[in-house]
């Protein structure tokens, strides 16, 4: 088994951007009790961003990535404040929500589809050529090992701001119950704004990520949704701790999975690893009840 | 003349689908995001048994109806359990398992290449080869179709359903095992959207798997939304209202390409739009 260390490396890679991915979304259902199926379109619009920054100005490549994040952040407020917010305050079910939302979704990636086509393109030429890393006989390249490093820093900043800021504790007042976090004074509107920018952002480096790693298309941003919507129930939904865990055993058994089958059987796999645990342990591994 | 022809056929095909959707999504208030697979999978029996078999398409037809029915029976074991938005998520996932293996199972659905020359239905020496025959054809199916889903909503057991939907506890405190009725209504609709995609298999004469993939379901969703969920003259305007308004943005002159893009941009708007303001759609009783 010459082939086991790169599996474990190319399972590592893929569960690192399904945990920035699941761990942003699992942020904002804390908060907002809803699948938000228009999530993926933050990482969409981000890496397209940085597709359209780089290549029609002269802004450097650190500013372009800045603002392509700042991109994501201000459409997930923008979101937030035209559909979220309004259909919450009418108290709609959350089938009104989730289905507002993959409206959304399919309203951006078709905007993006027209003015970008939905070809197939790639960022990777905007960096000097990757380097290789060999790390126990696999290799990664260094984009790859910095996509690992920025889940694990972005569940570090996560369980910082979380467990010990007002913020947090705001935060998590509200994921446990949104009437008693507004009695007690919090603004819980406010606070859910704000989840909502923080997922965006998230969500959005995600993207871009995934564009400099492998590229870009329309879709990019749904797929990378339903990887985090089936870490999230992985997990724990609501649970960004439970999201990063989820995420990696996603990462694990598509790519363990698709070693002994094929690669064209990904979805097959992970929407198995869903329906396995939706019907055996539904509250996922760290949810309560 | 023949364009009309042409666009009272889609939407006939699509009533059909917004139909068998509504009775799910509609009456039972399963939102359901896999019908375009159920009319797949119907459309690609149907495709391969008349071409390759060289079988008659009304008895490939039955045929597609039943396996479809089986893979639902199956399916309906595991979705009977979920609801709301996990059965969403769910159905969501067999949408893509069905492309997948539309697209993967080469030596069977020709993968990407797609299947074409399928010919048009003949009995009887009967052929409904041209387009008002073909139209004709259609409007019977959607009559059939439309009168099994009016004596199913309106039966005992279509009043079970919409019990299910407004609050399956306590319906269950009855005594009525809600995921067996569940799972025949999820069976009926998914055999009578089969019917329609070996009609649309047939008319089209050339099928590949992007005629069966998430963007259509959703599309047949946004239909039964803006008609109005949980009832039936609803999925019929709809169809109506959504097949022919993006036929403007080709008098509009859009490229092919960007025209398909507006295509799912409207029906998206749509849904945002009739979710923000109108959650029951034009004529629906049922509010998400």
């Known amino acids: 088994m010459d082939i086991l260390p790169q599996i474990i490396l190319n399972s590592l890679i893929a569960g690192s951007l399904y945990a920035l991915a699941a761990m942003s979304f699992n942020l904002i259902y804390g908060v907002s009790r809803s699948f938000n199926l228009a999530h993926g379109v933050f990482a969409t619009v981000a890496a397209y961003a940085v597709l359209f920054l780089a290549f029609h100005t002269a802004i450097p490549l650190p500013l372009t990535i800045t603002l392509g994040i700042l991109m994501a952040v201000l459409l997930g407020y923008l979101l937030e404040r035209s559909i979220f917010r309004p259909l919450r305050l009418r108290k709609a079910s959350n089938l009104v929500l989730l289905i507002a939302s993959l409206g959304a979704s399919i309203v951006v990636e078709a905007l993006i589809a027209i003015f970008f086509s939905s070809q197939f393109q790639t960022l990777s030429s905007l960096l000097p050529p990757f380097g290789t890393l060999h790390i126990l006989g696999g290799t990664l390249t260094d984009l790859q090992a910095f996509i690992i490093i920025c889940s694990v820093v972005v569940l570090g900043v996560f369980w910082l701001v979380l467990s010990y800021t007002r913020f947090g504790k705001a935060v998590r007042a509200v994921s446990d119950d949104e009437e008693v976090a507004k009695i007690v004074g919090i603004n819980t509107n406010a606070i859910i704004g704000i989840v909502f920018m923080i997922g965006a952002g998230v969500m959005g480096l995600a993207g871009i990520l995934a564009g400099f790693d492998t590229g870009l298309e329309p879709h990019m941003g749904f797929i990378l949704l339903l990887g985090a919507a089936i870490a999230a129930v992985v997990g724990g939904v609501g649970n960004v701790y439970g999201a990063f865990l989820g995420a990696f055993i996603l990462g694990f058994a598509e790519n363990f999975g698709v070693f002994f089958v094929s690669g064209e059987w990904k979805y097959a796999i992970a929407f198995g690893v869903l329906i396995l645990f939706l019907l055996f342990r539904p509250q996922g591994i760290l949810g309560k009840k | ?288």
């Not at chain 2, 039966?155 to 079970?160: A, D, E, K, L």
């Not at chain 2, 319906?171 to 089969?194: C, E, H, P």
């Open chain 2, 1 to 288: 003349m023949e364009y009309i022809f042409h666009l009272a056929i889609l939407f006939s095909l699509f009533a059909i689908f917004a139909i068998a959707l509504d009775l799910v999504a509609g009456y039972t208030g399963l939102i359901s995001v896999c019908h375009a697979a159920f009319y797949g999978i119907g459309a690609y029996t149907t495709a391969l048994l008349v071409q390759s078999v060289g079988l008659n398409f009304f008895f490939a037809l039955l045929i597609g109806m039943l396996l479809t029915g089986i893979v639902a029976l199956i399916l309906g074991l595991v979705f009977s359990k979920f609801k709301g938005d996990y059965y969403v998520l769910g159905t969501l996932g067999f949408t893509y398992i069905a492309y997948t293996v539309f697209i993967n199972w080469q030596s069977v659905t020709n993968g990407p290449l797609g299947v074409p020359g399928i010919p048009r239905p003949e009995i009887f020496g009967l052929s409904f080869s041209n387009s008002w025959s073909f139209l004709i054809l259609s409007a019977i199916f959607v009559g059939v179709v439309y009168a099994l889903a009016r004596f199913v909503v309106s039966s005992s057991f279509g009043r079970v359903l919409r019990a299910i939907r407004e609050d399956e506890e306590a319906i269950a405190i009855f005594g009525y095992r809600t995921s067996a009725f569940k799972l025949l209504i999820f069976i009926i609709s998914a055999m009578s959207a089969a019917l329609g995609g070996g009609l649309l298999a047939s008319y089209l004469t050339y099928i590949d798997p992007g005629t069966f993939g998430i963007t259509e379901s959703i599309f047949v969703l946004s239909i039964v939304i803006l008609g109005g969920l949980g009832s039936l003259r609803g999925p019929v305007v709809g169809a109506l209202i959504l097949v022919l308004l993006p036929e403007a943005l080709r008098f509009v002159g859009f490229s092919p390409d960007i025209a398909a893009q507006m295509r799912v941009l409207i029906y998206g708007l749509l849904l945002v739009i009739m979710m923000r303001y109108r959650p029951q759609g034009l004529l629906g009783e049922y509010k998400l």
